[in-house]
């Protein structure tokens, strides 16, 4: 998603580094930059203009020529006027006092409603709720059945007691629905409404009818995200016939560009609430402006990917693995298998991976990034026996061509795997000496990479550089420089002398993680204490 906006914008900013002092013309240019990447985005015109004039005020102000660093602080600008844009805070789902809370879709036909009342069911469901889906659309063909199948995937109870396909009274159905749900014990009901193909009396005439007969506690309007500019027609015609109370986005992830996002709630003012971003039903999730913000300017999602970590590890199975680390033992094949389970709950490796700052770089890796590698790693660790998994030094050459028959793979994929575990038991021994980092992140030049899995195209995996060849006319390659020879003699001395350890390793291939003193588990952010041994809860 944003993917062409986000380009752009990274693009204009690198303009910006090492200026001491921005110029008018500097920030006039970075401007009319940053107009062209909204309207190449499809933005709405009015927004454009109101955006950018926002912030040249504000990059010409005080705020930027007292700054240390006044790119640094236009950037800081461009974030703060996006999420401005964006609609500013979270805004939450507001609950009925007394249950069943009532919430209406609405939106033209062909927008995503039924499949998008599926995914809000099961994401309620995931937070505690019962929620309940009404088949209203009786005038598309085949909508209720195709809600039903939704349901279904959702592990959501569907109440469809008209066949659909012109058939009954999508007013009487929404009406009789409240009862029902009470009488059921479900605390929340999904009414799925009809659309048309374009803006129409008929259609607004029944909405509203809908809205006065259940009186609902949120009007979800949802938009296709691919739209562009006509997004802001439509909404402004739900607004003012249905009165939507704050807007949903789906086909996000189909998307580059997003203008529809960025044009919605600051022509209408009302806040987007949730995005749809995939095909699976896990792929919709609550939107954040200040999140949206970060990954349009590349500067990743951390707090999202906190959140699914803590949602979807198992809490008793880590803190099982924090134990067994802090008293000495080896971070061994099951735990990794157990780790691997959690990681494929998150959902796609390719939008977690996205989701860490600077990933833009990494795009054309990404792209094409084999999402099935999780699968393969798995089979090559399930094809060995317990005793295997447990020690997995007795692995020898035999051992490891039936490992790698029986997982339909070659011993060189087992022989890699194995590398990268042998690295991240020593990150784990590593952590709970205080020293390590953190899985994953960006650093020593190459891309990160989940522990025991192939690099992406192009990445630094694996495969460590080759030393550099000594420079010429310095005797036995010592360095020009006093203080650094000194420090070389001084490691050979600790090397004869024996004082020496083996460089810790890393599980994504070749990333420095520096010496124990330098990383402290108790250190980490909220969040990552139910991952990492020794991080706050």
Known sequence: MFNSLSDRLTATFKNLRGKGRLSEADVDATIREIRRALLDADVALPVVRAFTGRIRERALSEEVSAALNPGQQVVKIVNDELVGILGGQTRRLNFAKRPPTVIMLAGLQGAGKTTLAGKLAHWLKSEGHRPMLVAADLQRPNAVNQLQIVGERAGAVVYAPEPGNGVGDPIQVATDSIEVAKSKLHDVVIVDTAGRLGIDEELMAQAADIRSAVNPDEVLFVIDAMIGQDAVKTAEAFLDG????????????????????????????????????????????????????????????????IEQA????????????????????????????????????????????????GMSQYKDQLANFDEREVDRVEAIVRSMTPQERTNPKILNGSRRARIAKGAGTTVTAVNQLMERFTQAQKMMRSMTRGGGGMPGMPGGGGMPQMPGMGGMPGAAGGKK???????????????????????EAQALADKKAGKTQDPVGSAFGGVDLGADEEFDPANLPKGFGGIFPGGKK
Do not use: Y
């Not at 061994?332 to 780790?339: H, V």
């Open 242 to 305: 249905v009165d939507f109370t704050g807007v949903v986005l789906s086909k996000l992830d189909g998307d580059s560009r997003g203008g529809a996002a960025l044009s919605v709630a600051e022509v209408t003012g009302k806040p987007i609430m949730f995005a749809s971003t995939g095909e699976s039903m896990k792929d919709f999730e609550q939107f954040h402006p200040d999140r949206m913000a970060d990954r349009i300017l590349d500067m990743g999602d951390i707090m999202t990917l």
């Open 310 to 357: 803590e949602k979807n590890f198992d809490e008793k199975e880590t803190e099982k693995l924090k134990k067994k680390v802090e008293s000495g033992e080896d971070f061994d094949l099951n735990d990794f298998l157990t780790q691997m389970a959690g990681l494929k709950k998150m959902g796609s490796m390719k939008k977690m991976l996205g989701m860490m700052p």
């Open 465 to 487: 550089k080759k030393p550099a060849g000594k420079k010429k006319g310095r005797k036995g390659g010592q360095s020009g420089n006093p203080a650094k020879r000194a420090q």
